[in-house]
T-cell receptor, first 114, second 110 residues
């Protein structure tokens, strides 16, 4: 069964450093998403991406964040200058191959900012 | 903020049906109802979705009231592995700003 994969599973970085989180969505899916979940808190929507552009973004997704689909398979989230409060689990999701809204999530990347 | 209201937690005996309610009184005419669950700290898992009619798949059934202001997710024979946080979400088809609330923490007990 096809699944969303994410790398790395855990990343540790120093405050102020740039990080890139990588995702391989399910092939033939059209919609791509990033979410984060701070330990013990809700899953928070960051951004959705369709047709090579952002379709929706939350207030969290400020200028420090960017997304890219550099080729036909990868979908990346870049945080330019990490802050302590960026420490969280980051989930990628893909969906909508048939135009419906169900999303299939990856296992997540745990980002720890020191 | 989430546009849905769910109980904070529920218990269910193993082998029995788990019925998880959700209120979405402000749902608009072309918004779907989606259900996801999250087991421990894994990525959320899609369960089922519907617009107006009741839906069933291999995991669960979704019952939507005629006025669409509430719905119930039914796990027909709950197992210990169904212990998770269950999220009811309303939204459109692909690309919408998906708002997860606090969900319902379901405990399935032996």
């Amino acid at each position: 069964e096809p699944e969303v994969t994410q790398t790395p599973s855990h990343q540790v970085t120093q405050m102020g450093q740039e990080v890139i989180l990588r995702c391989v969505p399910i092939s033939n899916h059209l919609y791509f998403y990033w979410y984060r979940q701070i330990l013990g808190q809700k899953v928070e929507f960051l951004v959705s991406f369709y047709n090579n552009e952002i379709s929706e973004k939350s207030e969290i997704f400020d200028d420090q964040f960017s997304v890219e689909r550099p080729d036909g398979s990868n979908f990346t989230l870049k945080i330019r200058s990490t802050k302590l409060e960026d420490s969280a689990m980051y989930f990628c999701a893909s969906g909508g191959s048939g135009g419906a809204g169900e999303q299939f999530f990856g296992p997540g990347t745990r980002l720890t900012v020191l | 903020d989430a546009k849905t209201t769910q109980p904070t937690s529920m218990d269910c005996a193993e082998g029995r049906a788990a019925n998880l309610p959700c209120n979405h009184s402000t749902i608009s005419g072309n918004e779907y109802v989606y259900w996801y669950r999250q087991i421990h700290s894994q990525g959320p898992q899609y369960i089922i979705h519907g617009l107006k009619n009741n839906e069933t798949n291999e995991m669960a059934s979704l019952i939507i009231t005629e006025d669409r202001k509430s719905s119930t997710l039914i796990l027909p024979h709950a197992t210990l592995r169904d212990t998770a946080v269950y999220y009811c979400i309303v939204g459109y088809t692909g690309g919408f700003k998906t708002i997860f609330g606090a969900g319902t923490r379901l405990f399935v007990k032996a």
